[in-house]
């Protein structure tokens, strides 16, 4: 799977999320003992605190940025397959 800021020409990422790409989905030790220490939005790079209740671990701050990513996620996929990137 390609990075998601490397993917698609012209579809660059700035900032932290520029380089989270590469390791949000193979598991990347070091990412993840950092989200723990200094958990940090995926969206909008804002810091949270950690909820108590346990479940998946905690990757966006409010629901306002979940779904803020995961609809730039569906608008770069749809990109791309127009584009001929991915089939």
């Known amino acids: 799977m390609l990075p998601l800021a490397t ?38 790079e804002g810091g949270f605190d950690i909820r108590k209740g346990g479940g998946a671990p905690q990757r966006f701050c409010q629901p306002k940025c979940r779904d803020a990513f995961h609809s730039a996620g569906r608008r770069w996929a749809e990109m791309a397959v127009l584009s001929g990137v991915i089939t």
């Open 7 to 44: 993917a698609v020409a012209g579809a660059s990422l700035k900032g932290t999320r520029a380089n989270w790409g590469k390791h949000i989905m193979d598991g990347d030790a070091g990412l993840i003992a950092a989200a723990a220490v200094n958990p940090i939005c995926l969206w909008c």
